[in-house]
């Protein structure tokens, strides 16, 4: 009875200590501050229409789902609005306006009908993080999981954007997904093309 007690807590420690300092949760903003390539700015790259592309993971680590999306960011100063519209492989859609708000030291502040209060973010070097707990729709269950986004731009201008979602401690679900403007101007800023 000992053994197993002290081989489940070896084992918890290990799963605590992997995820303190080893999994995608571990890393900070100031892990990419000065980090080489172009500094993340909202109001520059998540700005005008967008599209994104990615797929959702399950709990076993199986692509569970794959979706298209157009956005649409608009700013006014340190003021944003970002639409979303996806379109899911099974044929579903779904709708979601950010509003969202710069701060002074790259802090971000947002809100959306599915975000339980606001979510927060930072933006550091290539890269931002926002952490936010979202209510899943009811035909999923009505779940509240707690979200992690990490968005890492891209000398071309795309964005990476990889979110995990945990219930309980537990990564349910993740997404990967790229963000592009949707004229290719970040092709043209690259290449320096003006065609």
């Known amino acids: ?20 300092w080893g999994g995608f949760t571990a890393q900070r903003p100031g892990d990419y501050a000065g980090a080489d390539g172009p500094v993340f700015d909202l109001r520059r790259h998540l700005d005008g ?3 994104c592309e990615g797929v959702i993971y399950g709990p076993f680590g199986r692509v569970t789902s794959r979706f298209h999306a157009r956005i ?5 100063g340190d003021t944003g ?10 044929g579903s859609t779904q709708a979601r306006a950010w509003a969202l708000r710069c701060h002074d030291g790259g802090g971000v502040s947002a809100t959306a009908d599915d975000v339980v209060g606001a979510a927060h973010g930072i933006t550091s070097g290539p890269t931002f993080q926002m952490r936010y707990r979202i209510r899943l729709a009811e035909d999923l269950g009505g ?3 707690r979200a992690v986004d990490w968005m890492y731009l891209t000398p071309s201008g795309t964005i990476t954007n990889r979110s995990q979602f945990y219930k309980l401690g537990i990564c349910v679900a993740e997404l990967v997904a790229t963000i592009r403007p949707a004229d290719g101007a970040a092709q043209r800023e690259l290449t320096g093309s003006t065609t």
């Open 1 to 20: 009875m000992t053994t197993v007690l002290i081989a489940t807590l070896l084992i918890l420690a290990l799963v605590w200590a992997r995820r303190q």
């Open 49 to 51: 229409p967008l599209v």
């Open 72 to 76: 649409n960011c608009t700013w006014d």
């Open 81 to 90: 609005m970002m639409d979303e519209l996806f379109t899911y492989s099974d």
């Open 143 to 145: 779940h509240v999981l």
